[in-house]
């Protein structure tokens, strides 16, 4: 394995040297590698579970980073679902207040259920200002939702 490694880390073409590694790479890299060739002698890495040793703290370094990425990628995602959720919110409420082509018909009417939508879309989305100017800044309705 350590001969594989180094193959890797110097390159196509080239011929595989710790000196050439130790140019390219840190030297703590090139020590793993180098105890990775002496396998068969004291001091070299004898199985995986003194490889893995060696390797723990960069191990454990990329976990973390893949574990703090994966926590923004769910943020995001929890994002796009607030978004899609207010979406959803807006397009029923805008489906079931004052639809014109339902005016005649008595049984669809702005009472009951109906009402309290209305009432609820009102307090949303028509607020004013302390001075009485309607809202225009909609972070707020945003953040009803997400609180």
Not at 19 to 26: D, H, I, N
Not at 51 to 76: I, P, T
């Amino acid at each position: 394995m350590g001969r594989l490694l180094l193959a890797l880390a110097c390159g196509p073409g080239a011929v595989p040297s710790l000196e050439l590694c130790a140019m390219q790479f840190s030297p703590e890299l090139t020590r793993t590698l180098g105890t990775m060739l002496e396998a068969g002698a004291p001091g070299g890495v004898q199985d995986v579970r003194q490889l893995s040793g060696l390797l723990a703290e960069h191990m454990w370094r990329e976990l973390d980073a893949a574990h703090s990425y994966n926590d923004v990628l769910q943020h995001d995602l929890s994002l796009e679902l607030e978004n899609g959720r207010l979406m959803r919110l807006m397009v029923k409420l805008g489906m079931i207040c004052e639809r014109m082509d339902q005016a005649t018909d008595p049984s669809w009417s702005e009472t009951g259920d109906r009402y309290l939508i209305k009432l609820f879309r009102d307090w949303v989305f028509h607020r004013t200002t302390d001075t009485g100017a309607p809202e225009m800044d909609w972070g707020y309705v945003v953040e009803l939702w997400t609180e």
